[in-house]
């Protein structure tokens, strides 16, 4: 068996991913007093949450006095059909705003209200303007204001460095290998505790929002080492990405358009939203255009636009259109902001969705319309994760930010992601460093399992004349795409497993040319082990959920099932495959169920 | 709903549409031992940017190319390149904006070491950012809440844009081809920074010291390399440097007026590039 040096760090914890969670994490750890470091893909500062554009959630009355915590948490339970974990949708719509605040302590500048406090903006399926923002670039401003932090608390940080496994010390963690993008030398970290804050899985669809770095490698490496997964099938088809020019398909359109007035609109000038009020929503949203329109000004007395109903049910309305021949040109539909708001508005609002369109398509946002349609953007689901810790089922292991399931239910809420991050991503930095502090002594790595995964990771230099990993990513993308896309049926996604079966075949004979030296086809052959165990995970869950909920929509059951609407489908790996069974939600306490009773 | 129904069917290129063209494409490959420039030749399609050519290119041809990438939308700064001798982001450059039928050359940014293909390294960068002293907050408003006012924190916004492509960096001719000076001199990105702290309404730290020595300054003698290159159009020089120089002049020599400005946490300057 191929063996080799590698370099050893040891640290108590070791935060994988340095987006908004992880750095949150590693932050909050390093407070705590034990060694930490971060390991991440990309260069610093690079992670995907730069590309958040819209805002923060936190309920801080600024603009609205009337919300509050309750409120909001109201809002991100139905907006994810109830199926949301109600702890944490507690634990966060309670603490992001301090969340917030922090970020300003530690140098962030977010747009401020005429009385010098942080401005909050409209956004779907969110009661009162809530959204503390930067124009639409938040995400950016969150993660160089966090980046910045950590680089003065002294936080070790491993860049273009990427872990592919766990390893533990009997059921216990006790570090994780990787390797090094620049060198293609081999690392190993022993750890105390382990943060994923990995993020998401969107390169396994053709459409989408998502960076090369989202290739489910936090939920891989979790189930790889025997923790759980939950909600898997629930996957966020975000309803504006661009469609046009076909290379650029998929890039992320805010719903920041939609929160400054922008309105959706077929190819007949039809405001076709109003057509797609769901029952659940009926009573708290506007049925015609004069009172949606008066609703941005006057919220006491006017109901929300439907433009802003949750992602899932624009989502799906944006789909019938096009299907029903009402799409634009170019297979989507519009979203006009020029018609509805003055230009100088529009220029200071969003600023880089004006750059975006201005440069990739050569639409001036201020004078036409966009053209826009659904694009792969979230999963709601992935590792389980206990509300108050962070803890997965795995000791020593712990998740947060995207690669946690639970607080977005079937659906997550615009503005969500952002708030999710920093409250989740402390509370997995203060519980892992507090796991690490209460261990007696550092877990022992088994260097006979070190070697075993080693020669794994170099086994595409060793197959010749094998598959081309890029090749395999395209037909990956291709099948999901088509088969277990926004719109689901059962014999698509059966057969989406045998493709998926035979995808996998064709990983185990993938080969790579050239040197380990920062080898993007190398690094595609191993991101797709990755790739194709949480697309087989979501696939699995989409199966087994016979109804139509938040993100996952089945044409052959397109209601709501009283029986799912109780339960997590959860997901273990078992000598190699994926046992899924059902268990039920947490119960809710009488006094948050309340909530729900008054009609709020 | 003049606007939607005036909406052209072919799109915004339908004018030059792609469709059947070819381009061809020099790219460097090698790493710090050597190397040399390869053609490769790939099809076209409408719309297209530099970096989907490049991925074309590694998807088909050269599976070890080695390139950074990650929004591809201009937001992280990650893809910077010297596309025809000029650095820009490749996802932000059309492939409409080339003569037709021309090589295009795609060589990694120069003030950096090359690592391999198109990477180099940016280390530089992230050692400079650790010597800024942090951001130090006043104490909270007496009722515990923090009040800044949009026409204040305008202007450190902008710089806020700043996605780090370290373009500026590359441009700047005080260590473009000057790699002794990378010692004292942090260069334009830092500058921004250094110009988003000081100006930071509610910011109590000093970094007289570091701005008059550490970073070197003076030897920026304002060429707007840095400026022109930007792509997220941040006033570099005019914004950040000037001032700057303006501050340690005025401030190094006079410190009280150093202190009247951190205690009033507003900024007297005049003369702001919109």
Redesign the interface.
């Known amino acids: 068996m191929a063996t080799e040096p590698y370099e050893t760090h040891e640290y108590d914890v070791i935060v994988i991913g340095a987006g908004g969670a992880g750095l949150r994490a590693a932050i909050e750890a390093s407070a705590k007093g034990v060694r930490t470091a971060v390991i991440c893909k990309s260069l610093l500062g690079k992670a995907h949450t730069v590309m958040a554009e819209g805002g923060m959630a936190a309920a801080m009355g600024n603009v609205w006095p009337e919300d509050n915590w309750k409120v909001h948490f109201r809002d991100t339970m139905r907006g994810g059909k109830m199926l949301n974990n109600w702890r944490m949708a507690q634990i966060h719509a309670q603490e992001s705003p301090d969340r917030v605040l922090e970020l300003e302590e530690w140098g962030a500048l977010f747009d401020r209200t005429k009385d010098g406090l942080i401005l909050q903006r409209d956004f779907g399926g969110h009661r009162y303007a809530r959204l503390a923002h930067v124009g639409d670039r938040t995400g950016l401003e969150m993660i160089r204001t966090l980046q910045q932090h950590a680089v003065h608390k002294g936080i070790d940080v491993y860049m273009e460095c990427n872990v592919q496994r766990l390893l533990k010390d009997g059921d216990k963690i006790a570090g994780a290998f990787g390797y090094w993008r620049e060198t293609g030398a081999f690392i190993l970290f022993r750890a105390k505790a382990v943060v994923l804050a990995t993020g998401g899985v969107g390169k396994s669809w053709k459409v989408t929002s998502n960076s090369w770095e989202c290739t489910g490698d936090g939920i891989t490496l979790a189930t790889d080492a025997g923790a759980e997964l939950i909600d898997m099938e629930m996957v966020q088809f975000h309803p504006t990405g661009m469609v046009w020019p076909p290379s650029v398909r998929g890039i992320l359109v805010t719903e920041g358009v939609r929160g400054d007035g922008g309105t959706l609109k077929n190819s007949s000038g039809e405001r076709f939203m109003f057509k797609y009020i769901p029952e659940f929503f009926k009573a708290e949203t506007a049925d015609n255009e004069k009172e949606a329109d008066a609703w941005y000004e006057d919220k006491k007395n006017n109901r929300r636009t439907p433009d802003l109903l949750p992602r899932d049910e624009v989502a799906r309305a944006i789909n019938s259109e096009i299907k029903a021949g009402r799409g634009t040109p170019h297979g989507g539909v519009f979203l006009d902001i020029a018609s509805r708001r003055p230009a100088d508005y529009i220029q200071k609002r969003l600023p880089s969705m004006y750059h975006q369109f201005k440069e990739l398509a050569d639409v001036d946002i201020t004078k036409e319309p966009m053209e826009i349609g659904p694009t792969c953007h979230y999963i709601m689901g992935g590792v389980r994760v206990d509300a108050d810790t962070t803890a997965t089922a795995v000791k020593g292991l712990f998740a947060a930010g995207e690669v946690a399931a639970g607080l977005h239910g079937a659906n997550r809420l615009g503005g969500n992601s952002l708030s999710d991050l920093v409250v989740f991503g402390r509370r997995a930095g203060l519980h892992a460093a507090e796991y690490a502090q209460a261990l007696p002594s550092q877990p022992v790595v088994d260097a006979g399992e070190v070697e075993r995964v080693m020669h794994n990771l170099l086994k595409p230099f060793e197959n010749t004349g094998g598959e081309n990993p890029y090749a395999i990513h395209a037909d990956l993308q291709e099948t999901m795409q088509s088969l277990v896309g926004l719109i689901r049926v059962e014999p698509e996604l059966k057969e989406a497993l045998d493709k998926l079966a035979e995808l996998r075949k064709r990983l185990d004979n993938v080969s790579v040319l050239g040197g380990r030296q920062y080898n993007p086809g190398w690094h595609m052959a191993l991101d797709l082990h990755n790739m194709l165990t949480v697309s087989l995970a979501c696939t699995v869950g989409a199966i087994a959920r016979k109804e139509s909920r938040g993100g996952h929509t089945r044409d052959d059951y397109p209601t709501t099932d009283p029986h799912f609407a109780k339960v997590n489908l959860v997901m273990r790996q078992e000598n190699g495959e994926m046992r899924l069974r059902e268990e039920p939600l947490p119960e809710m306490p009488d006094e948050l169920k309340q909530l729900f009773e008054e009609g709020h | 709903?003049a606007?939607?129904?005036e909406?052209p069917?072919?799109?915004?290129?339908a004018s030059a549409s792609a469709a059947g063209q070819t381009v061809t494409m020099r790219i460097w490959r090698g790493?710090a031992a050597g190397g040399a420039f390869q053609e490769y030749t790939v099809p076209l399609?409408?719309?297209?940017?530099v970096l989907?050519v490049v991925h074309r290119i590694?998807?088909?041809q050269?599976?070890?190319?080695?390139?950074?990438?990650?929004?591809?939308?201009?937001?992280?700064?990650?893809c910077s390149a010297e596309i025809n001798g000029k650095p820009r982001l490749m996802c932000?450059t059309?492939m409409n904006t080339f003569e037709p039928g021309k090589v295009i050359t795609i060589s990694p940014i120069r003030t950096f070491p090359l690592?391999?293909?198109l990477?180099t390294?940016?280390s530089f960068n992230?050692q400079k950012?650790?010597e800024v002293p942090?951001?130090k907050?006043k104490p909270l408003d007496p009722d515990g809440?923090?009040?800044?006012?949009?026409e204040d924190?305008d202007r450190?916004?902008e710089f806020?844009?700043?996605?780090?492509c370290f373009l500026c960096q590359n441009v700047c001719h005080v260590i473009r081809d000057h790699e002794e000076n990378k010692q004292s001199f942090a260069g334009p990105r830092l500058f921004v920074r250094l110009a988003a702290?000081e100006l930071?309404p509610l910011?109590t730290n000093d970094r007289r010291e570091l701005l008059k020595y550490k970073a070197g300054l003076g030897f920026c003698n304002i060429t707007k390399c840095c400026t022109e290159v930007c792509p997220e159009h941040i006033h570099i020089t005019d914004n950040a440097i000037i001032p700057l120089k303006e501050r340690v002049v005025t401030e190094f020599y006079d410190p009280l007026a150093w202190i009247a400005r951190k205690l009033s946490g507003r900024d007297p300057r005049k003369g702001i590039v919109e």
Do not use: T
Not at chain 2, 9 to 13: N, Q, T, V, Y
Not at chain 2, 45 to 49: C, D, I, K, T
């Open positions: 709903m606007a939607v129904a909406r069917a072919g799109g915004p290129s790493d399609e409408e719309g297209m940017v989907d590694q998807a088909m050269a599976n070890d190319l080695a390139v950074r990438w990650n929004c591809k939308a201009g937001k992280c700064g990650s932000m059309r690592i391999k293909d990477v390294d940016v992230f950012a650790k942090a951001f907050p809440k923090r009040r800044m006012y949009q924190v450190v916004q806020h844009k700043c996605i780090e702290l930071h910011d």
